[in-house]
């Protein structure tokens, strides 16, 4: 028979960092979860932790994701502890993304399509190549 996983969650006051970005679908593993507290991608009330730091419902958590180029910084409240990692619809439940982080990641997506705009659809052909050659050499 299976556990039901709100009863078994429901006697948790505190949790370990790592175990609960990766229950809340933050990170894939708990390794890379453990990494990237690391590394200094996970803040907490403003300043760097480490992995076994013990969270509770209502702390402020700063986490960054993603590559250089497109790194995505989300400030969450912790609104539930759990164990155990579910779906997608049970992870929306742990936390809530603050209304400021929203706006702010909305502000820079806007941005790196704007930024995307100035740049070509492909690149030129030998003939343009030539052209932009040309062009080049009658300019100096």
């Known amino acids: 028979m299976k556990k039901n996983t709100d009863d078994s ?4 006051v505190k949790i370990r960092l ?14 890379l979860a453990k990494q990237a507290i690391e590394s200094g991608r996970v803040h907490y009330a403003g300043s760097r932790v480490k992995t076994s730091k013990e969270i509770s419902v209502g702390d402020e958590l700063t986490i960054r994701q993603g590559s250089a180029t ?16 579910g779906n997608a619809t049970t992870a929306e439940v742990l936390y809530s993304e603050t209304k400021e982080s929203e706006n702010r990641r ?25 052209d932009l050659q040309r ?4 300019q100096d």
Do not use: C, H, I
């Open 106 to 130: 909305a502000y820079y997506a806007e941005q790196r399509k704007l930024a995307n705009l100035a740049r070509p659809d492909n690149k030129p052909n030998k003939k343009e190549r030539r």
């Open 70 to 85: 497109a790194m995505t910084e989300k400030t969450v409240v912790v609104e539930a502890l759990s164990a155990q990692r």
């Open 18 to 31: 790592d175990k609960w970005l990766w229950a809340a679908r933050f990170y894939r593993t708990r390794t």
């Open 9 to 12: 969650n429901q006697g948790l």
């Open 135 to 138: 062009f080049k050499s009658n």
